[in-house]
């Protein structure tokens, strides 16, 4: 694309005004968004500070500044500070600048500071939040028949940021502007949906919707004795509908109990995060949000004259009353398609776009009601289409519209002509119309796959175009496609014993893969012998399961593994651990590299214990928290992703496999005890009771009528099916097992049975991808460790280090001799410990948190760790950190961990004089370290920055 269409023409040049720009898939939306961000701040009186560009990921932001340089005056150092970013990294830097007391305004004795992080993670996230709810728990009894219900307290964690992406938040005794109103829900519109549903079908012939879905009322259900039986729920024999009176019989019920318990995990919750001085990026938006609703002056202050909003269908509520609140004009332009929008389960409101006018009106009206926020007109509303597709064949364009009108389900019932009415077909620009449209189906589906691959690969009726030309398909081409991840990992898995080419790309269970669980299973060796370690250790070493169950029987444990236990034994730190167990087994180093960031990004401390770190793995591999994966670049092998991951990518063959039923859609839904949905509000599934002296988890007959009245989220399946045929641009391939789900029965495609016939592919055509994993780049401060400055070999070249268990058992003595005083030590490291510290006549404070955030090649770097001894005089402050080591071999190592506590120290205490020193348990000796300053900090860090670059490429 070289010059702009008359559709891109037409929004490039209109600069004024609210738009609404439908952009269908292909039709060059960055392009467009870019130009005309280039010609808005080419204007004699805009600089690129007035223009507020907003888009969903930081490489989005990355590519579309490198795009708006080439077309305007401004170079990539001018543009370097320019407000093109995520709203997460938006909120991030206002908090940052004005936040400072953003807590108080919904009664929080806390403050936002340079060094407070972003958790990026949410594995690391749920494992705060189970320490949080372990406190909470105990200190609220009056709610312990909620905490009963509720099978998982993680759940809570996706209720409070699911409240905190519609704009509900909890002040010290009540809600955030009036925000309670959405937990109670809207009777009227829910009674709208009720008398819908409710509607007799065939002229009053049959029965209606609701009435036939209430048909399994009590099915595998255990209600309170007071439930209504089945006849009073759905009416009579012979009736065609639910009576009347049951929508505000099933509405009305008293939640306020419900409400409290939410409030106060709620608050509380932002207040130990606060305490912990981390944040989420629900959190991030929340207190932005809180700032410039209750700061008239900032708010006026910070607004730009332009706003734009790149794939708009995938914003919350709060980021489009954010958007509101930051636009000083009502030069507003949001650009998406609502056929596009996957991601409801990251809180994206598709009507946000699909009901862009009436959702506009209602949020400057709750905005503007006690002072008006809000103060540009939000009329006249222009309407822009783009329809030239630069992507697909015309065929291809065609053919996806049907998955917007196919049922996805048996039960599955679809408004065809409301959804036709919006959908705005596209137009191909396509030199060739040569597309093959086909579903192939075995119940061997991995190698009828992989047989399809290959028959694709080098066949004429598969051309693919390049450059308006027509050349033969390579492995490169093709991409397969999935609604879930484990059919692509299963397909990767039998791909290699084949010898074909093939990457998968996207988010992977990081605790899931190979390298974790050996990683996972040493460190239960080496904590305590544990059979479950040895069992998986063995099965790698190719033991049969009667072999392995002898050893564990005899406990004869090979002589190389218990040598290399022992080796594994004298390394002090877990990096060291982890690093040796992947180099014995010929993993790639990114593996390592990427445990070891996440390992340490929730345990910041000087000292990881194994204990802590087999929790954490063992947690991830629960959760199936993911990481992205990518494969080597320059390769010519088959790409595997799921269709989330391809979103906003092309392929010129897809074939998109797993058309199977309960996996595409899923089968299952939220079976979370607490849920929040519109228009019901707040409600709880499962409630604990006494029910006659036999206490029991209930099912809430309430809560399940209400859900069969709510939409089962199929539109959105739908919608991750066009995603998935858009990807195409020249053919599209459906693979399906035994079991073929609806939308492949109910597309117009024939499904032909495919033979697997997979040949030994030859290796020397083509080179096998290896899987890399690549950590994420956070929208707040990028997070560190004084460890990342730290080099392991120091540790690893030790011949009597004493190990981390030692240390972990050290320091603990060191931390409840502090706290608690009466404890005896056991041995001589601990009793220099007790010398030292009776020694010390100020006070003590062990275990403190420490941040130092710095700036690093132009970026925001936190350093966190945690302070082992802080010795506070009325004059001075000493730093005092405990090691183990027998000798001081890592004492140039030390130095960089004491330096960052330091100037953390110096500036917590800037009137008194801050010392930092080692004591050496072993021997009870002290030892003075003369910290680096802080640009010699900031050059280390820049150093590892780059050299992890590296590794990654």
């Known amino acids: 694309m070289t010059a702009p269409n008359d559709q891109q023409q037409d929004l490039i040049d209109s600069k004024q005004g609210i738009h609404v720009v439908d952009a269908g898939a292909g039709t060059g939306k960055t392009f467009t968004v870019t130009r005309r961000y280039a010609e808005i701040v080419d204007q004699d009186d805009v600089e690129p500070e007035d223009v507020l560009l907003v888009t969903f990921t930081n490489n989005a932001a990355t590519e579309m500044k490198d795009r708006i340089v080439a077309h305007c005056d401004y170079g990539m150092r001018e543009l370097s500070d320019a407000p093109i970013q995520t709203f997460h990294s938006l909120c991030h830097d206002i908090l940052m600048e004005h936040g400072f007391e953003a807590p108080t305004l919904l009664g929080i004795d806390d403050r936002i500071t340079g060094s407070t992080r972003v958790l990026e993670d949410e594995n690391v996230e749920k494992t705060q939040f189970r320490e949080f709810i372990r406190r909470f728990s105990d200190d609220h009894p009056e709610y312990d028949d909620f905490f009963r219900a509720v099978e998982e307290p993680v759940e809570l964690l996706g209720l409070i940021n699911q409240l905190a992406a519609k704009g509900v938040f909890p002040t010290a005794d009540s809600w955030y502007r009036n925000g309670e109103r959405h937990l109670d829900g809207d009777f009227d519109a829910f009674r709208a949906i009720f008398d819908e549903l409710n509607q007799p079908r065939n002229d009053g012939n049959k029965q209606s919707k609701l009435r036939s879905k209430l048909g399994g009322y009590g099915n595998d259900k255990c209600y309170l004795p007071d439930a209504p039986d089945e006849d009073e729920i759905r009416g009579g024999w012979g009736e065609k509908q ?475 399946e739908r919608r991750l099916l066009y995603v998935a045929m858009t990807r195409a641009e020249s053919h599209l391939v459906f693979a399906a097992g035994e079991n073929p789900n609806t939308f492949i029965e109910e597309l117009p495609v024939d499904l032909e049975e495919l033979e697997p016939d997979v040949q030994e592919a030859d290796i020397s055509e083509t080179t096998q991808a290896h899987l890399q994993i690549a950590v994420p780049t956070p929208d707040g401060p990028v997070g560190h460790s004084p460890h990342t400055l730290m080099r392991d070999d120091v540790f690893e070249d030790v011949d009597d280090g004493r190990g981390t268990a030692f240390g972990t058992q050290t320091h603990e003595f060191a931390e409840r001799y502090v706290l608690e005083g009466d404890i005896d030590p056991s041995n001589d490291d601990e009793r220099h410990l007790k010398s030292l510290i009776d020694s010390l006549d100020g006070e003590l404070r062990v275990e403190e948190d420490a941040y130092l955030p710095l700036t690093v090649d132009g970026e925001q770097v936190t350093i966190s760790g945690i302070i082992d001894l802080v010795h506070i005089r009325p004059d001075s402050v000493e730093i005092i950190d405990f090691k183990t080591d027998l000798g001081r071999h890592a004492e140039g190592e030390y130095r960089k961990q004491l330096s960052v506590y330091y100037h953390v120290l110096n500036e917590w205490f800037s009137g008194r004089e801050v010392t930092a020193e080692i004591f050496y348990t072993a021997q009870g000796v002290r030892v003075d370290i003369d910290p680096l300053s802080k640009p010699d900090l900031v050059a280390l860090i820049s150093q590892e920055q780059r050299s992890e670059a590296s590794i990654l490429e």
């Open 242 to 716: 639910v009576p009347d009176g049951v929508a505000q019989l099933v509405f009305d019920e008293q939640r306020e109990d419900l409400k409290n318990f939410v409030h106060d995990v709620y608050h509380e919750y932002l207040e130990f995060a606060l305490s912990r001085n981390y944040l989420n990026f629900s959190f991030l938006q929340l207190f932005a949000f809180v700032l410039l609703c209750d700061d008239h002056r900032l708010r006026d202050d910070v607004a730009f004259e332009y706003v734009m909003i790149d794939e708009f269908q995938d914003s919350s509520e709060i980021q489009f009353k954010l958007a509101l609140l930051l636009g000083d004009t009502n030069n507003v332009c949001v650009v998406g398609d609502w056929k596009q929008s996957i991601y409801s389960f990251q809180y994206a409101a598709v009507e946000n776009i699909t009901k862009f006018e009436s959702r506009l009106d209602r949020f400057v009206d709750e905005l503007n009601e006690d002072h008006e926020r809000v103060s540009w007109a939000t009329r006249p509303i222009i309407d822009i289409e783009l329809v030239e597709n630069y992507r697909s064949t015309q065929d291809i364009l065609d053919f996806s519209e049907h998955s917007l009108v196919t049922p996805a389900a048996s039960t599955d019932d679809v408004d065809e002509a409301a959804v036709q009415d919006r959908i705005v077909s596209l137009s191909s620009n396509a030199a060739h119309e040569n597309s093959r449209i086909e579903a192939i189906q075995h119940e061997d589906e991995h190698e009828a796959v992989l047989t399809k691959i290959q028959e694709i690969v080098g066949n004429d009726a598969y051309q693919v175009e390049e450059d308006d030309e027509l050349r033969l398909p390579e492995y490169g081409d093709i991409a397969v496609l999935t609604r879930t991840r484990d059919f692509g990992r299963e397909l990767l898995s039998v791909a290699e014993e084949y010898g074909l080419p093939m990457a998968y790309e996207g988010g992977i269970e990081l605790f899931r893969s190979d390298p974790a669980k050996l990683l996972l299973a040493w460190l239960r060796i080496l904590e305590s012998d544990a059979e479950r370690g040895w069992a998986v250790v063995l099965e790698e070493a190719g033991y049969t399961l009667d072999e392995v169950k002898h050893v564990l029987d005899t406990e004869a444990y090979p002589a190389n593994m218990q040598t290399f236990k022992s080796e594994l034994g004298t390394l002090e730190t877990v990096g060291g651990v982890a690093q040796r167990v992947f180099s014995q087994y010929d993993y790639d180093g990114a593996y390592a590299d990427v445990l070891l960031t996440t390992i340490q990004s929730v345990h910041s401390a000087t000292t990881l214990t194994r204990g802590d770190l087999i929790r954490f793995i063992e947690r991830g591999i629960e959760d199936g928290s993911t990481h992205e994966v990518h494969a080597s670049a320059g390769v010519n092998s088959v790409t595997v992703q799921t269709i989330h991951a391809a979103k906003g990518l092309e392929h010129p063959i897809v074939v998109l496999a797993n058309m199977n039923s309960h996996c595409f859609p899923p089968s299952g839904g939220n079976s979370n005890a607490i849920t929040f949905d519109d228009p019901i509000g707040l409600r709880q599934r499962k409630l604990y009771a006494d029910d006659h002296g036999y206490p029991h988890i209930h099912d809430n007959w309430r809560s399940d009528v209400l859900r069969k009245c709510l939409p089962r989220g199929y539109d959105e």
